[in-house]
């Protein structure tokens, strides 16, 4: 458990806290932000098609 003081906004603490996860999720991935890039590239584009934008 964390605690913050009231003048942290609280949107930066949860981007604070998705990059932590992210750099977790990362952690010996051998994947480069070239590979990364793409990958969410075909991702939003899917979600596009799927949604019908």
């Known amino acids: 458990m ?3 003081s009231s003048k942290v ?3 930066e603490a949860q ?6 996860r992210y750099l977790e999720l990362t952690a010996g991935s051998k ?3 070239r590979q990364a890039d ?3 590239a ?3 584009a899917n979600i ?3 949604s019908g934008s």
Do not use: F, G
Not at 15 to 20: A, K, T
């Open 38 to 40: 793409a990958l969410a």
């Open 31 to 33: 994947a480069t932000q």
């Open 2 to 4: 964390v605690t913050l």
């Open 15 to 20: 981007r604070m806290l998705d990059h932590l």
């Open 9 to 11: 906004d609280p949107i």
């Open 48 to 50: 596009r098609r799927a």
């Open 42 to 44: 075909e991702a939003s």
